[in-house]
């Protein structure tokens, strides 16, 4: 079966420009969360969706939103980028406790 | 702040030797897993201890839990080249639907063929 698979592997992008993230979970898993994780630091909470239905919020801004699809994958934006937040973007999805995190968008924002 | 504390930073070790991290919490979890990841990439599911568990293996890993002290400890047995990677903590806390896992910041692993 295939794992947790995220799009674009990289982006680039400049401050001020908005930014969409893709994530397909595994096949079954109707939770999908997200997670920024920043140059040296563990991963920090974004947003968790189940059932196309926000469950939890993490300590972001508003330019940060998510949404879940019918089939369960599920995209993050983020608008007016800044500089900080360039970090790697990571999904994973579960079926119960254990989350399956995918490879990861590397965003840049120059 | 929910975050967890890892302990060392940075541990560097012969192959074979035993690796031993730390990890210590501030609040009570549902449970506490960890996670290894591999330059900046994906990270992976490791192993899982409940807050009702107080030692778990799998094949090298020994993970123990004390919530009267609020910390774990992941020991990695014979440890290989292929080892070295970043081992990260993570507390699963549940509550009003939700459920987040709050990592630390991680321990650096390198193993010295």
């Known amino acids: 079966d295939a794992g947790v698979t995220q799009s674009p592997t990289h982006l680039i992008k400049t401050r001020g420009q908005h930014v969409t993230l893709r994530c397909s979970p595994i096949?079954?898993?109707?939770?999908v969360s997200w997670y920024q994780q920043v140059l040296g630091q563990g991963p920090q909470f974004i947003f968790q969706y189940y059932e196309k239905e926000e469950r939890g919020r993490g300590n972001f801004p508003d330019r940060f939103s998510a949404r879940q699809f019918p089939n369960y994958s599920s995209e993050l934006n983020v608008n007016a980028l800044l500089l900080g937040d360039s970090a790697l973007y990571l999904c994973a999805s579960s079926l119960s406790s254990t989350q399956y995190f995918g490879p990861g968008t590397r965003l840049t924002v120059l | 702040s929910q975050q967890g504390e890892e302990d060392p930073q940075a541990l560097s070790i012969q192959e074979g030797e035993n690796a031993t991290m730390n990890c210590s919490y501030k609040?009570?979890?549902?449970?506490l897993q960890w996670y290894r990841q591999n330059s900046g990439r994906g990270l992976v599911h490791l192993i899982l201890?409940?807050?009702?568990?107080r030692e778990k293996h799998s094949g090298r890993l020994r993970v123990t839990l004390d919530t009267s002290k609020k910390s774990s400890s992941l020991l990695i047995t014979a440890s290989r080249a292929a080892d070295t990677a970043s081992y990260f903590c993570a507390m699963a806390y549940s509550g009003a639907g939700s459920y987040q896992l709050t990592f630390g910041k991680g321990t650096k692993l390198s193993v010295i063929p």
């Open positions: 201890i409940r807050s009702n568990e």
């Open positions: 096949s079954g898993h109707k939770s």
């Open positions: 609040t009570s979890i549902n449970n």
